[in-house]
């Protein structure tokens, strides 16, 4: 079977403004929105996660954003099953799927597909990879697999345990198992890059009405619920020390964004090696991107 791809991508490191221009062209083009971040995924954390508003999901059906419960865990595995059974829905019933989201890697997969041979999870490895600190987690990377440690996130908990678990699995380095990055193609979409003060504004804009909103007891609500993969959504780990009365609201907030920051300039280094997206400024972000559904589906 064909692997289905979406008619057209928005990536961009968090607070870009991926929603309103992802918006603006599904109600441009009669499209659908299909998510691609990690923590979107998730029910219970809306504001946490800046999931699109009510106002916003009605103004274009969304799939993939806010319908996983908490204490289930997701890979890219996972996520590119769930993905592709949306792209084929939505072309089927001749809609233009958008795939939308900051998560580099679920793109990635979805556009060249999974490395080969891969061993499916260990759960009782996994868990046990999990309970350990981060820097151990890295150090044992590098003596199993340097290159991987040299290429990867290293300050993203859930790669470094899922190389980890690969090479303890099949006995192989992680990076042994490749696939296909080359892409013979024009772009397919863009990734948006504001400069580095305006995201920087941005990212402060959100956190401060994240508070005001109620995020602190949305995660407060949360915590007893929260599996692997949602335990690292970004912000979690400030907001739960507030809600703790370990930090004062301004310290948390300022933790929130610097965290939130350093999030967003990884994004920032990995869409800028993805040559199936199109850099642009947020000005210029509906408009290119529009043109490119102009020559393709719309």
Known sequence: MVRPLPGLIIGGPTASGKTEVALAIAEACGGEIVGADAFQLYEGLPILTAQPSAEQQSRAPHHLVGNCALHESMDVSRYVQLAQESLRDITHRGRVPILVGGTGLYI?????????????????????????????????????DPLSAAQMDLLNPRRV????????????????????????????????????????????????????????????????????????????????????????????????????????????????KESALQAVTPGDAVETALRFLRHSVC
Request: net charge positive; proline share 8%; glycine share 6%.
């Open 108 to 144: 990635r997969s979805l556009l060249f597909g999974l490395a080969q041979g891969l061993p499916g999870p260990d759960p009782a490895l996994r868990q046990e990879l999990e309970s350990q600190p981060l820097a151990l987690l890295q150090e044992k990377l590098r003596a199993l």
């Open 161 to 272: 345990i899922r190389a980890l678990e690969v090479c303890l699995v099949s006995g192989r380095p992680f990076s042994s198992f490749k696939h296909s990055t080359a892409w013979n193609a024009p772009p397919i979409g863009v990734w948006i890059r504001p400069a580095r003060p305006e995201l920087r504004e941005r990212i402060a804009t959100r956190t401060r009405q994240m508070f005001e909103q109620g995020v602190e007891e949305e995660v407060r609500m949360a915590l007893p619920k929260l599996g692997p993969t949602a335990s690292q959504v970004i912000g979690l780990r400030p907001v739960a020390a507030r809600i703790e009365g370990r930090c004062s609201l301004e310290e948390a907030s300022e933790a929130m964004q610097l965290a939130t920051r350093q999030y967003a300039k990884r994004q920032e280094t990995w869409f800028a």
